[in-house]
């Protein structure tokens, strides 16, 4: 049996250095709590250079002391934790009270390059929030969020990171009994826009400014002396989430959930439930097992998002102009330029993805022309444009390009057009080539290896695969001899169609 409370660490045993900030706001603002505490924690995955960029040491995390740490049994010395409060739109749901329902925050370290990290526990049992759940998480939806977001990093997309994978010794009961798992995740910061609408809807304008300050403080300092820091933060936080979403559009990314409660304001991606990353182009791309809807497909991610920033410019209301009739012209100028800044953090991913060094006019009809040509031509995502890296001016080599299309003319024509454009380009094809290799992968975690990966792991206990996968996603932009079938579609009947919460 577990034991009842965790042991709390003294001296230099568990060696986080913590300095936390949201603890020191008032009380409302979350439940203090510690993790409770699991049967046999052992670790199965360390990422040994984030501990290191955090200031961590990974000889101590790979210790038994240190999976009793990442496992909730023992709690370093200067933890303060909590799990936060937060509200949100689920689906377009109004929810007044959600929180972390299955995740502890320890607390904040300082990182080698002096920014301010969260260290959370996901899956550490129940808290307050918890809305009759238990509280904790199955190993393969952990595993799902280790591989993802650390794949995000490595594409260069803002994202929470995963320290440490442990498992509990212990079964988590969903349709079947699975083993259990804690992950160890890394944030700027766990502040979401759900943050700002739970003291929004308890008109707790003290507890709004209290919160808008500290994100001030902690993600926008610059912002501090603006004349009016509140629209600013409004502003500063659309700019991040349009090139946040335009970064996920140009790998083919769909977040799943893109419920209010799951927005970062620092412009992280945050909370890999469903996600998954599309093979077949298709705006309408939906993995989501609980989006009947398709609410949010890949192609209405950038208008979700428009809807859940003018939810955060809703909160903010009352801290922008003691007038609500000013604030709201205010706020609504500020929302209003979103749909603008996505299109240019687009078109200039985009234009780079197509190998465009100067984006001009025409250039947008370019990048639609090919991006319809693939829907038609049910063409895969990463390897069109990965393919279309090696391709020269001079033309006479697009086989392997065409044979993605089912029918190739559509291409063809586009890419007439595409080689003209790349003429009035200064770069030769080598510096060109080298360029678009640069921001289109070869490889992502396509949904038929990670779950490959994530069964061999949950139900055999064997960790090779997913290592093997993890290593090629460390350099993704990278061609890697000898895993060319990291870079393979599924077959059909390997195809994964839905992805699941797992909570």
Not at 294 to 304: D, E, M, S, V
Not at 410 to 425: G, I, M, P, V
Not at 483 to 500: C, H, L, S
Request: aromatic share 8%; with cysteine.
């Amino acid at each position: 049996m577990a034991e009842a409370a965790p042991q709390h660490a003294t001296g230099d045993q568990a060696g986080f250095p913590f300095d936390n900030t949201y603890a020191r706001l008032p009380e409302r603002f979350f439940t203090k709590l510690d993790p409770t505490p699991v049967q046999a924690p052992r670790l199965l995955l360390l990422n040994e250079e984030l501990a290191r960029e955090l200031n961590l040491d990974p000889a101590f995390l790979r210790s038994e002391a240190g999976a009793q740490v990442l496992g909730g049994n023992t709690i370093p010395e200067g933890a303060e934790p909590l799990a936060m409060a937060y509200a949100g739109h689920q689906f377009g749901g109004w929810v007044p009270q959600l929180g972390d329902g299955r995740a502890i925050l320890l607390g904040e370290v300082v990182d080698r390059d002096g920014g301010r990290r969260d260290i959370q526990l996901k899956g550490s049992g129940p808290t307050p929030y918890s809305r009759m759940g238990d509280g904790r998480a199955a190993l393969g939806p952990v595993l799902r969020e280790y591989i993802v977001s650390e794949a995000m990093a490595a594409f260069g997309i803002p994202t929470t990171r995963s320290l440490a994978v442990v498992t509990t010794g212990e079964a988590v009961f969903r349709e079947r009994a699975l083993p259990g798992g804690i992950l160890t995740r890394v944030a700027r910061s766990h502040i979401r826009v759900g943050t700002f609408q739970f003291f929004a809807a308890r008109r707790d304008t003290d507890a709004l400014r209290l919160l808008a300050d500290h994100v001030i403080e902690r993600h926008y300092p610059e912002l501090r002396q603006a004349e009016n820091p509140y629209s600013a933060l409004l502003d500063a936080v659309v700019g991040r989430q349009a090139a946040l979403i335009a970064a996920w559009m140009s790998v083919g990314f769909i977040h799943g959930v893109m419920n209010t409660d799951n927005m970062s304001v620092a412009g992280d991606t945050i909370d890999y439930g469903p996600c998954a990353f599309m093979d077949t182009y298709h705006p309408g791309t939906v993995y989501s097992s609980i989006d009947h809807g398709g609410r949010y497909a890949y192609g209405n991610q950038p208008g979700i998002a428009h809807w859940n920033l003018a939810c955060l410019a809703q909160c903010l209301l009352p801290l922008i102009d003691d007038s609500e009739e000013k604030a709201l012209a205010i706020a609504q100028e500020v929302i209003n330029t979103f749909p603008d800044r996505y299109r240019a953090a687009h078109t200039e991913r985009f234009a780079a993805k197509i190998g465009l060094e100067t984006v001009r006019e025409g250039d947008v009809d370019l990048i639609d022309g090919l991006l319809t040509a693939m829907e038609e031509g049910k063409a895969d995502f990463t390897l069109t444009f990965r393919r279309l890296s090696d391709l020269t001016r001079r033309g006479g080599e697009d086989a392997a390009v065409r044979a993605l299309f089912e029918e190739p003319g559509a291409f063809d024509a586009w890419a007439a057009t595409w080689r003209a454009r790349l003429a009035e380009e200064k770069r030769d094809d080598a510096a060109r080539q080298a360029a678009m290799r640069s921001v289109n992968p070869a490889y992502i975690p396509r949904n038929h290896q990670v779950e490959a990966a994530l069964n061999a792991a949950v139900e055999s206990g064997d960790v090779a695969p997913l290592h093997d996968l993890r290593a090629v996603l460390q350099t993704p932009f990278v061609t890697q001899p000898g895993q060319e079938r990291y870079e393979a579609p599924p077959m059909p009947e390997e195809e994964v169609k839905a992805t699941f919460c797992g909570t």
